[in-house]
């Protein structure tokens, strides 16, 4: 392995118990390629002397030590080192706080009674790796939250290792770098494009394409990875993928953006298509987007193939109900979890951050259903009416003014003091890492929605479940949009299109019995819903990829 210092490999183990320091001594004294030199440190203070006098590559590490206990003595050596992986040996009833070590940063836990050379050796191999690619592209909170997700899942499932070891990073990921000419003819702008596929054993890949200022491709992983979880868990015969462009699309004239997407499609050519990925609108992106996505890609075809991406208009295969999709299927999954906690949504109010596609819909549907709808915002304000928000009124005005700054019928108010007030149901629809540890405790719903993907954090979750709310998590809450856009593959694969009624009913019949297989997975393990949902999405790729066997 090529490491810092070469073919050797410096290991701090920190641990008392001298027979678990003379089997990790034995295991790796073996190995050739690379060869590890072991230090030792039997107390916590001793372990943080010799990482300040040595260098160290990695460190494995007890929680369990004379001198300090539990999540403690990961925290003061991850404080003391923050640069060098951890990777936590734990005893089997210390299982759950090991996890949570890898929660809050550790980059993987081996059991001390399973240990074997394999398992040991690959293990500080990864984290070795790992870190090294998180010290670039790929390091972004998202990312981070979503494998902490996804490890936390694992755990509750006991899954194989092999299996957790390759699920944890894409399978494939394309960075490219694309020139656009601004309407100034002499001015040519160069920016970041990435498309990620996750997994591509379930089917082709499915996933949005993102225009925002802070798209990386850690983040872009992460939503890849979230699509993965979300097609399994619906049942929909894909992988996931995302794909996305750092630039901020506000700042463009339709002419850039038309000229920017054809090129970034250009770009993506080679890894897209009806059977191999197929993008669809998210955040910054729209119908005409996708319009000008699948023209790129036909004219170098050479024919017209309208399967190449979903969410377009629906003169070229659009699917019906495709657009308002996300909003509509948050709210069908709104309408079961009431009648699971006996709420009658009639006498209910609402809350909705961000009022683009996915939050304006989920809040029409929402106050079509008599739910008084309390608090909206965008990008550039919140907008609170404690007496209810008219919809027609808010349509009207974003349709004119563009944001929601400057809404007369209501008080303006921050994002911060929206997420805040006292609700029955928050749907989050607009960025990720919205509701954190720092405001989880003031945040007053009973039921949260996440329209977003990625908009709690792992801390907050735990506040949250204390607290009582029921959470409709992300890759379940808002699945009716890659459900619908499932819909309109099919139908554009056919060339057979459907009804509206058709495409609802079939929706919300798919949501539904995803939200029961949830609720029972849940109830029956005494899982929060966030970790029910992912092991059902987990457990199916796993099977699949089981099934399938090893290539080659
Ligand atoms: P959009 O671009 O149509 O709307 C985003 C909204 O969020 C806009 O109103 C914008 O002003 C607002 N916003 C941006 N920054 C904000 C901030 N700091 N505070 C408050 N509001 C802010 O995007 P969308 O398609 O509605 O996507 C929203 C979220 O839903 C994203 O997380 C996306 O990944 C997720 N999602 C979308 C779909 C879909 O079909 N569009 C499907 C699944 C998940």
Redesign the pocket.
Known sequence: MNTASGNTVKVLLIEDNPIHVGLVKTLLAESKSPVFQLQFAGTLQAGLNQLDAASVDMVLLDLTLPDSEDLDTFIRVRSFAPAIPIVIVTSLDDIKLAAKAVEAGAQDYLVKTQLSRTSLIRSIRYAIERTRVRDAEWDSPMFRLAQRQFLKAAQFMGLDDNIRQRLLFPQRTLVVTLPFRRDHYTEVETVFGYRVQHILTMGPTKG?I?YHQDVSLGEVSA?AMWMSWKCALVHLPFGGAKGGVRIDPTGLTSHELQRLTRRFATEISPIIGPEKDIP?????T?ERVMAWIMDTYSQEKGYTVPAVVT?KPLVLGGARGRNE??GRGVVYLIQEAAKHLKMNLSECTAVV????????HAALFLSELGVKLIGV????TGIYNRHGLSMPSLLEYVAKNR?LEGYPEGDQIS?EELLELKCDILVP????N?ITAENADRIQCKLLAE?????TTLEADEVLNEKGVFILP?ILA?A???TVSYFEWVQDTQNYMWTLEEVNQRLKSILKDAFHRTLNRAQKNQFDMRTAAMIEGVERVSQAKLARGLYP
Do not use: I
Request: hydrophobic share 30%.
């Open positions: 949005g993102r939503l669809a609108p998210d955040m910054g729209n969410g999709a996300t951050q961000g009022f683009g596609n996915v939050g304006s915002s965008d990008a550039t944001f994002n629809a607009a960025l990720q919205q329209g977003a993907n990625g908009p992300d808002n009716g949009g890659v």
